[in-house]
């Protein structure tokens, strides 16, 4: 049985190796936003209270583009809707807490701190404090994305361009995935996911991210008929 | 006002990311739905892949000789047999920045 500050460390440690692209795509994040003509501060208060990404840029490049606040909150909704089925997975780890601690710890609830945690939990389910691994990928994230996105805001893009760096982010995914490309299901589960994302991507605010994993979704309850 | 707006924006994403879990006890969801529920990394993460990969900037397609599908490709190979996240991001950017930098200059 692991201590909570065992867990806890353990899930900074499994998170940790994403930083290699989290925190340049934090600084680009930050730069951006003053680049797109807002605040320093608003910029950084999305941090605090978006705390979601990819979300942020597209809500400043929809607002700095002339779209409505309605369309611009519609649109991080849609994208963040995603933490839905996070949700839906992690609940059943996370069902021993109180109310108030689930209320907490869903804060800290993103992509990659999703990935890392499930995969722990997958495989140590009869540990007592497994929600300590979830705050400690949470609280990783959270901490080195308000240094990343401060930073981009107060030194600019020192990031050069030219680098491409926001190519991190898929790469970092698919370091996530990679392994369950051993499992044909999954793939099919994936290559229905991804094609779909390419089709629906001009589908109005950026839904084709929660499109996709809809379909393919659908594919995979298709499949688990099919294996029986 | 631009603050406001991301208030909102904040409160929505909390819900996304509460809901499930505050609300949802494991009674209420099946065996079927767990077994479908087994499958959201893979359903999900391959929509951010795809376009970081395939879509430039400006929303339109890129060539297929495009660097980033090397890169890409690359990083699933050092991926799946390293099984070490910082092996296959720097393998994709190290590959990636290779033909920028030295092969298409």
């Known amino acids: 049985m692991l201590t909570k500050k065992q867990l806890f460390t353990r899930g900074m440690l499994d998170i940790s190796p994403h930083m290699l692209s989290v925190i340049p795509f934090g600084i680009i994040c930050g730069a ?33 583009g002339g779209a409505s606040s309605l369309v611009a909150v519609a649109s991080v909704g849609i994208i963040n809707s995603r933490h839905l089925l996070y949700g839906a997975v992690l609940s059943e780890y996370l069902e021993k807490l109180s109310f108030i601690k689930k209320l907490l710890i869903s804060y800290v609830v993103v992509d990659q701190g999703f990935a890392e945690s499930n995969k722990f939990f997958k495989k140590n389910r009869s540990e007592e404090f497994l929600h300590y691994h979830l705050i400690g990928t949470g609280c990783t994230m959270w901490v080195c994305w308000q240094i990343a996105t401060l930073s981009g805001i107060v030194l600019g893009s020192f990031v050069p361009e030219e680098l491409g760096l926001k190519f991190a982010i898929p790469l970092t995914f698919i370091a996530i995935v990679v392994q369950d490309l051993k499992k044909l299901d999954h793939v099919i589960v994936m290559i229905t996911c991804g094609l779909s994302s390419l089709l629906f991507f001009d589908a109005p605010f950026k839904s084709y991210i929660i499109i996709s994993p809809v379909i393919a979704l659908f594919v995979a309850a298709l499949l688990l008929r099919l294996k029986k | 006002m631009t603050l406001t707006s991301i208030i909102f924006a904040g409160i929505l994403t909390y819900f996304t990311r509460m809901t499930m879990i505050a609300l949802i006890s494991r009674d209420m969801l099946g065996d079927k739905i767990k077994a479908v529920l087994e499958y959201v990394p893979s359903a999900v993460f391959p929509a951010i892949i795809f376009p970081g990969i395939f879509i430039n900037d400006f929303g339109t397609f890129i ?7 090397f890169g890409a490709l690359v990083a699933v190979i050092v991926g799946y047999f390293s099984k070490n996240i910082i092996a296959t991001i720097s393998a994709g950017l190290v590959s990636y920045w290779f033909l920028i930098f030295v092969v298409f200059n």
């Open chain 2, 63 to 69: 060539e297929m000789n495009d660097p980033k599908i």
């Open chain 1, 32 to 64: 951006i936003g003053v680049e797109l003509g807002f605040h320093p501060y608003l910029v950084y208060v999305m941090s605090f209270i978006i705390f979601g990404g990819a979300s942020q840029i597209v809500f400043l490049q929809l607002l700095s």
